[in-house]
């Protein structure tokens, strides 16, 4: 049986309202209620977490910029707004929205290189606003047992699947950009359907280290190409989102380009609660500029467009 000190669950925290929410889930869930592996967290704000460092499942916690330092490129397409309070993060965040960029969903990969070089190849991504539960007379040591005496290399929320010629073109994009860059790989010809699975909790089970730091770099590249200037391919498959670059179909692609099969989590032995408008009132619908200060303000507006759209 593998040792739950292998596993690592790596919270992200971007933003006032994500640091907030993953204070309290640390406070009144993880750390407190139930048997846990192991905790890195990425964020914006480092001293945000300060009142944690005492607890011994946290290893560290990592700024999300000095952990991209390396991929300058990441700083221009993948923009994050630095201010701490909310009122000037959602006008930073409007304000980068207008440029036409949106904040990228897979700014959570930066946590994947620590991870690898601490030793860990077996990972939860997760957001901060993520509680991962269990029902009683399971525990999460059980359930990941399951998955690893199964030989799961994903387990995530859902199982979409697109089809279409527009879904082929994005992959034998990626699969022709990657080829010219990895010539060592061999990418499989696009599948007939195309998985996705939403982002809240991703469970991955690699083998290595080198297993784990190859998807990282080819998520990487992937990310580079695709918002650096070939937006246009995934706008054309509809999963790209209005305000978030979505990660749910980049991901879907790169595992098959490296055999990941996906199962999802099913039955009652793990349960993920995951409710993003408690923390994403700063970004508000039908593309309505005004700024939320507060979750109440946000509600508030959301609610009237709500009733004007109707």
């Known amino acids: 049986m593998i040792s739950k000190d292998e596993i690592v669950v790596s919270y992200w925290a971007i933003g006032p309202s994500y640091r907030r929410a993953l204070v309290q889930n640390l406070e009144n869930h993880v750390f407190s209620r139930y048997e846990h592996f192991k905790i890195i967290i990425l964020t914006d704000h480092v001293s945000d977490f300060d009142r944690f460092y005492k607890e011994p499942r946290l290893i560290t916690v990592l700024d999300i910029n000095e952990q991209r330092k390396h991929y300058e490129w990441s700083f221009d397409i993948e923009p994050i707004p630095s201010a701490k309070t909310q009122k000037e993060y959602s006008e930073q965040f409007w304000d980068i929205l207008r440029t036409g960029k949106r904040f990228s969903y897979s700014l959570h990969r930066f946590s994947i290189p620590w991870l690898v070089s601490n030793g860990y190849h077996k990972f939860i991504l997760a957001d901060g606003d993520t ?19 199964t030989g799961t290399k994903l387990v995530a929320l859902g ?18 950009m990657l080829e010219s860059k990895f010539p060592e790989f061999e990418f499989p010809q696009p599948p007939q359907l195309h998985a996705h699975q939403d982002g809240p909790f991703r469970f991955y089970n690699f083998s290595s280290g080198y297993e784990a730091f190859r998807f990282f770099e080819l998520w990487n590249e992937m990310i580079h190409y695709v918002l650096g200037s070939n937006i246009l ?15 749910e179909f980049i991901l879907g692609t790169l595992n098959r380009f490296l055999g990941i099969e ?9 349960i993920v609660e995951h409710d993003p408008v ?7 619908s039908y593309g309505d500029y005004r700024l939320a200060a507060t979750q109440e303000e946000f509600i508030e507006i959301n609610n009237l467009n709500e009733q004007a759209v109707v």
């Not at 199982?159 to 022709?176: A, C, H, I, N, Q």
């Not at 706008?235 to 979505?246: K, S």
Request: hydrophobic share 35%; glycine share 10%; with cysteine.
């Open 131 to 149: 509680r991962v539960g269990n029902t009683e007379g399971t525990t999460l040591q059980d359930w990941v047992n399951v998955c690893l005496d």
């Open 159 to 176: 199982d979409v699947r697109k089809e279409g010629p527009l879904f082929d073109k994005f992959y034998r994009t990626m699969k022709s």
């Open 233 to 247: 391919y995934l706008q054309e498959t509809g999963m790209y989102g209005g305000i978030v670059y979505n990660d």
């Open 262 to 270: 996906h199962t999802p989590i099913a039955g009652p032995a793990i």
């Open 278 to 284: 408690d923390v994403r009132f700063f970004a508000l």
